[in-house]
């Protein structure tokens, strides 16, 4: 269900009929205002950790006074103290105690997205999709279901390098070692009078080369100009706390890659690089864990979630 607000067009939350989830997954992230899951795009709200969808958020702040807007879920007061910004957002004209889900806690939000769920439009259409959450707003565009269905409705972030959903692996899981960060097919040997700054930014350049082709969805070319960049990291050999930043982002953004192209050792393999460089990186957790339940090890999955989490007490 949507609605429109000052001109915009919102979303609140899934109908727990459509949930094929145990109650023990959905129900931490159902929305108190319109008692479904809450849409992707949820808010959390900072004092008291409630969940709720963004639409339902500003609806509620437009009916209430803007000095007393209350959690319905625990009438905790939303107002921040004047000139706070830290943990607060604008919803509407308001600003409140609350953040996306998505920045907030991530490691929260992929378990959002990974609900399973079946077509709202089951009923009307007889359509037999089920699948993520993450998925339904892509599921619905292409099925065509209505206008008030499409992915635009929902706030979901295509990051360049973005971590995406997939499907199991199937075949060919030993040709990603081709791609090594030793691997790339552009040779360095005559380029050793680089210096720190120029490998450094070179390979910056190519991260940004890969992650737009990436956004094209083009994994494979992507893929392979992340190698180059790590290729180009390798030869540093250490360098700046900026460099390190540098080298663990090129490793999982690589992983991204692997993971959309459903290599998922490999995408493992360079998410544990990564946090080898830099042990506290939230997206390295998240994608390692996509990949591990994808793989069917759950157990896993959630040990690296639980370790995500003890390293970044905040998320």
């Known amino acids: 269900p949507c609605y429109?607000?000052?001109?915009?067009?919102?979303?609140?939350?899934?109908?727990?009929?459509?949930?094929?989830?145990?109650?023990?997954?959905?129900?931490?992230?159902?929305?108190?205002?319109?008692?479904?899951?809450?849409?992707?795009?949820?808010?959390?709200?900072?004092?008291?950790?409630?969940?709720?969808?963004?639409?339902?958020?500003?609806?509620?702040?437009?009916?209430?006074?803007?000095?007393?807007?209350?959690?319905?879920?625990?009438?905790?007061?939303?107002?921040?103290?004047?000139?706070?910004?830290?943990?607060?957002?604008?919803?509407?004209?308001?600003?409140?105690?609350?953040?996306?889900?998505?920045?907030?806690?991530?490691?929260?939000?992929?378990?959002?997205?990974?609900?399973?769920?079946?077509?709202?439009?089951?009923?009307?259409?007889?359509?037999?999709?089920?699948?993520?959450?993450?998925?339904?707003?892509?599921?619905?565009?292409?099925?065509?279901?209505?206008?008030?269905h499409i992915r635009d409705i929902y706030a979901i972030d295509d990051d360049d390098d973005d971590e995406g959903t997939v499907e199991h692996q199937t075949e060919n899981e030993q040709n990603s070692k081709s791609s090594s960060a030793s691997g790339s097919t552009e040779s360095l040997d005559n380029e050793t009078d680089e210096t720190i700054d120029d490998l450094r930014r070179r390979a910056e350049s190519l991260k940004d080369k890969a992650n737009s082709v990436f956004s094209d969805g083009n994994y494979e070319e992507a893929r392979s100009i992340y190698s180059k960049g790590l290729d180009c990291m390798v030869k540093l050999q250490g360098g700046t706390k900026e460099c390190s930043k540098l080298y663990a982002t090129l490793y999982c953004n690589r992983a991204a890659a692997f993971l959309r192209e459903q290599l998922f050792t490999s995408c493992i393999d360079d998410c544990n690089s990564a946090l080898e460089i830099n042990p506290v990186y939230p997206k390295a957790f998240v994608r390692k864990a996509k990949a591990l339940i994808e793989m069917g090890l759950y157990v896993e999955a959630c040990s690296c979630l639980e370790e995500g989490v003890k390293n970044n007490p905040n998320s």
Request: charge should be negative; include cysteine.
């Open 4 to 148: 429109h607000h000052h001109g915009r067009r919102h979303t609140m939350g899934l109908d727990t009929a459509h949930v094929l989830s145990d109650e023990r997954h959905h129900t931490p992230f159902i929305c108190t205002i319109c008692h479904g899951v809450a849409s992707l795009d949820a808010i959390i709200t900072t004092k008291c950790s409630h969940p709720f969808c963004l639409a339902c958020m500003d609806e509620l702040v437009s009916q209430q006074q803007q000095d007393d807007c209350l959690c319905p879920s625990c009438n905790e007061d939303l107002i921040p103290p004047p000139d706070t910004n830290a943990g607060t957002m604008l919803v509407g004209s308001i600003r409140v105690d609350a953040e996306p889900l998505s920045d907030s806690q991530p490691l929260a939000y992929l378990l959002l997205t990974r609900i399973e769920v079946e077509c709202p439009c089951r009923s009307e259409t007889g359509c037999e999709w089920f699948g993520d959450y993450a998925d339904l707003p892509e599921h619905l565009h292409d099925a065509g279901h209505g206008q008030d």
